[in-house]
Protein backbone atom coordinates (compact mmCIF):
# COMPACT_ATOMS: atom_id res chain seq x y z
CA UNK A 1 0.00 0.00 0.00
CA UNK A 2 2.95 2.28 0.46
CA UNK A 3 4.35 1.64 -2.76
CA UNK A 4 1.74 3.00 -4.36
CA UNK A 5 1.17 6.16 -2.19
CA UNK A 6 4.51 6.97 -3.07
CA UNK A 7 4.09 6.29 -6.87
CA UNK A 8 0.91 8.47 -6.85
CA UNK A 9 2.73 11.10 -4.83
CA UNK A 10 5.37 11.37 -7.15
CA UNK A 11 3.63 11.54 -10.55
CA UNK A 12 1.44 14.26 -8.53
CA UNK A 13 5.04 16.43 -7.93
CA UNK A 14 6.04 15.40 -11.61
CA UNK A 15 3.14 16.79 -13.09
CA UNK A 16 2.99 19.78 -10.75
CA UNK A 17 6.63 20.62 -11.74
CA UNK A 18 5.83 20.36 -15.34
CA UNK A 19 2.85 22.64 -15.20
CA UNK A 20 4.59 25.40 -13.56
CA UNK A 21 7.37 25.12 -16.05
CA UNK A 22 4.61 25.25 -19.26
CA UNK A 23 2.73 27.84 -17.23
CA UNK A 24 6.40 30.39 -16.96
CA UNK A 25 7.29 29.57 -20.33
CA UNK A 26 4.05 30.71 -22.13
CA UNK A 27 4.18 34.06 -19.59
CA UNK A 28 7.44 34.35 -20.77
CA UNK A 29 6.64 34.34 -24.20
CA UNK A 30 3.93 35.88 -23.76
CA UNK A 31 5.65 39.24 -22.00
CA UNK A 32 8.91 39.11 -24.17
CA UNK A 33 6.09 39.81 -27.53
CA UNK A 34 4.81 43.08 -25.61
CA UNK A 35 8.01 44.25 -23.89
CA UNK A 36 10.13 45.24 -27.17
CA UNK A 37 8.89 48.39 -28.26
CA UNK A 38 7.87 48.26 -31.65
CA UNK A 39 10.55 50.97 -33.74
CA UNK A 40 8.73 53.03 -36.81
CA UNK A 41 11.67 53.05 -38.61
CA UNK A 42 12.09 53.21 -42.63
CA UNK A 43 14.04 51.99 -44.89
CA UNK A 44 17.54 53.57 -44.61
CA UNK A 45 17.56 54.77 -41.10
CA UNK A 46 20.17 54.07 -38.95
CA UNK A 47 19.71 53.80 -35.04
CA UNK A 48 22.64 53.65 -32.58
CA UNK A 49 21.94 51.82 -28.97
CA UNK A 50 25.18 51.66 -27.62
CA UNK A 51 27.81 54.90 -27.96
CA UNK A 52 31.78 53.88 -26.36
CA UNK A 53 33.01 55.78 -24.17
CA UNK A 54 35.34 58.29 -25.12
CA UNK A 55 39.20 57.45 -24.38
CA UNK A 56 41.52 59.75 -22.54
CA UNK A 57 44.34 60.28 -24.91
CA UNK A 58 48.03 60.94 -23.59
CA UNK A 59 49.68 64.21 -25.42
CA UNK A 60 53.36 63.37 -26.73
CA UNK A 61 54.81 65.40 -24.05
CA UNK A 62 53.44 63.39 -21.17
CA UNK A 63 55.31 60.40 -19.74
CA UNK A 64 58.87 59.30 -20.32
CA UNK A 65 60.25 57.35 -22.78
CA UNK A 66 62.85 54.25 -21.23
CA UNK A 67 65.15 52.82 -23.74
CA UNK A 68 65.71 49.14 -23.44
CA UNK A 69 68.38 46.60 -23.87
CA UNK A 70 68.34 43.30 -25.63
CA UNK A 71 69.60 40.85 -23.12
CA UNK A 72 70.55 37.15 -25.20
Given at each position: MRDVFYTILVVWI???VFSSISA???KKENNSADSKPKSKRTDGQTSVDYIPPV???ISDDE???VD???VK
Open positions: ISRYGSKKKGEYYED
